[in-house]
């Protein structure tokens, strides 16, 4: 395990020693090169475009997904996520053009996916907010530009 890679995880309380027993490290990199190391990383680092919309703690870091769709999938591929918890691996395969069905018993989780995943009219989208911030300075009019 890297030093700064084994400070970051001590910081964190991991047990370094639990986790250099059980893996071998020098081989997961061979085999994955260093991508998927995001220990050091902060939150609002290690996530990217719809994954930010909302604070799920249990999702996966997208880049993460992204290494392992690009190593074992192509375009136009299909790929099951039997959990899909807020839709991660469901939006991270259709960026790079692979179909994905999802998995998920979690209403609220269902929920997030549906709003990540659907697709949108940016022009009304901009309107909606445009007309949004309006309304809130005509409620608040404090409220700053």
Same mark, same amino acid.
């Given at each position: 395990?890297?030093?700064?890679?084994?400070?970051?995880?001590?910081?964190?309380?991991? %047990? /370094?020693? @639990?986790?250099?027993?059980?893996?071998?490290?020098?081989?997961? $990199? &061979?085999?994955?090169?260093?991508?998927?190391?995001?220990?050091r990383i902060r939150e609002?680092?290690?996530?990217?475009?719809?994954?930010?919309?909302?604070?799920?703690?249990?999702?996966?870091?997208?880049?993460?997904?992204?290494?392992?769709?690009?190593?074992?999938?192509?375009?136009? %591929? /299909?790929? @099951?996520?039997?959990?899909?918890?807020?839709?991660?691996?469901? $939006? &991270?395969?259709?960026?790079?053009?692979?179909?994905?069905?999802?998995?998920?018993?979690?209403?609220?989780?269902?929920?997030?996916?549906?709003?990540?995943?659907?697709?949108?009219?940016?022009?009304?989208?901009?309107?909606?907010?445009?007309?949004?911030?309006?309304?809130?300075?005509?409620?608040?009019?404090?409220?700053?530009?």
């Amino acid at each position: 395990m890297l030093e700064a890679d084994k400070a970051a995880a001590i910081k964190f309380g991991i %047990d /370094t020693h @639990l986790i250099e027993e059980k893996t071998d490290t020098q081989r997961n $990199i &061979e085999i994955l090169g260093d991508e998927p190391t995001f220990i050091r990383i902060r939150e609002f680092q290690r996530t990217k475009h719809v994954h930010r919309l909302h604070p799920y703690l249990g999702k996966f870091i997208p880049q993460l997904v992204e290494v392992f769709l690009k190593r074992y999938f192509t375009t136009g %591929d /299909t790929i @099951l996520d039997p959990l899909s918890g807020s839709g991660t691996a469901l $939006i &991270e395969a259709n960026v790079l053009g692979m179909n994905s069905v999802g998995i998920e018993l979690s209403p609220f989780n269902v929920l997030i996916q549906e709003v990540k995943a659907r697709k949108y009219n940016i022009s009304e989208v901009e309107r909606e907010i445009k007309d949004a911030l309006k309304r809130l300075k005509v409620f608040s009019p404090q409220s700053t530009d």
